[in-house]
Nanobody, 110 residues
Framework: QVQLVESGGGLVQAGGSLRLSCAASGRAFTTYTMGWFRQAAGKEREFVATINWSGTYYADSVKGRFTLSRDNAKNTVYLQMNSLKPEDTAVYYC?????WGQGTLVTVSE
């Protein structure tokens, strides 16, 4: 059983920054694609970013503002979010294949 535990959400003003973390249990962390998705109130869950052996990929809405990285020694991925906008407000979920974290809420105020 794989567990994904997110942290780092919170309330921030527009233009501010937050860094989300996702710690994964289990072995062979480096071989898996890791990703972040988000779900705003009343909307469907959407792709944010993913990282795998071939590179890092971002949704157009966050490109240039968000950076996804991983620390294989810590089995952790990070989502650095800069220049946050109110429309970034959502619950952010860490993902690895069929596994999802519990989500962490990011709220960006005007």
């Amino acid at each position: 059983q794989v567990q994904l535990v997110e942290s780092g959400g919170g309330l921030v003003q527009a233009g501010g920054s937050l860094r989300l973390s996702c710690a994964a249990s289990g072995r062979a962390f480096t071989t898996y694609t890791m990703g972040w998705f988000r779900q705003a109130a009343g909307k469907e869950r959407e792709f944010v970013a993913t990282i795998n052996w071939s590179g890092t990929y971002y949704a157009d809405s966050v490109k240039g503002r968000f950076t996804l990285s991983r620390d294989n020694a810590k089995n952790t991925v990070y989502l650095q979010m800069n220049s946050l906008k109110p429309e970034d407000t959502a619950v952010y979920y860490c993902n690895r294949g069929e596994y999802w974290g519990q989500g962490t809420l990011v709220t960006v105020s005007e």
